[in-house]
């Protein structure tokens, strides 16, 4: 193998073997989108298996849950959830209201908006006066039905995780 193939290599392995700590945000446990939420389950656990240094959680999570509890409001909760992330996955359905209400105040706040990657349904938010006002300046990936279908989400959401570990080595961030 020739030399520059074997280092970059070397390089994206070494990459995938530092800590991380990736949030995502998604459809609920009660969502009326089974095949979001069967996606960002899959998503956490091809990120932790690619990337087996890494913390991958969501602010469903009931250890996390019950060591925040102490504020008044969950919006608050989750941004302290977000704060603690290196990287943020949000993953933006027909029904999660809820999750354009808590990027809509993540979004506010510079240190979290800037590490943010939101996978938005095409379908759904191309005219929607809720998703505009909320988070139209944020980068947003737009995905179809047909990459829930695929691995396509999955696949997107390592290569999110290691070009911010690509781009944090080297002092980009």
């Not at 008044?72 to 209400?101: C, F, K, P, Y």
């Not at 929607?128 to 999955?154: A, G, H, K, Q, W």
Request: glycine letters at 4%; charged letters at 30%.
């Amino acid at each position: 193998m020739k030399e520059h193939i074997s280092l970059a290599k070397a390089q994206i392995k070494a990459l995938k073997n530092l800590p991380v700590r990736v949030h995502i945000l998604g459809p609920g446990f009660a969502s009326r989108e089974p095949d979001l939420l069967r996606k960002r389950l899959e998503i956490r656990d091809a990120i932790q298996k690619e990337f087996p240094c890494a913390s991958v959680y969501f602010s469903e999570d009931q250890d996390l849950r019950e060591s925040t509890a102490v504020f008044d409001n969950l919006l608050d909760e989750i941004t302290i959830h977000a704060q603690q992330a290196d990287v943020m996955i949000a993953i933006v359905g027909e029904t999660t209201r809820g999750v354009l209400i808590e990027l809509g105040r993540l979004s506010l706040i510079k240190k979290i908006s800037d590490k943010l990657h939101i996978f938005s349904a095409k379908e759904t938010f191309e005219n929607d006066p809720m998703y505009f006002s909320l988070i139209r300046n944020l980068p947003n990936d737009f995905f179809t039905r047909r990459d829930v279908l695929e691995c396509s989400l999955v696949t997107r959401s390592c290569r999110v995780v290691l070009s911010y570990l690509f781009r944090r080595e080297l002092g980009l961030l």
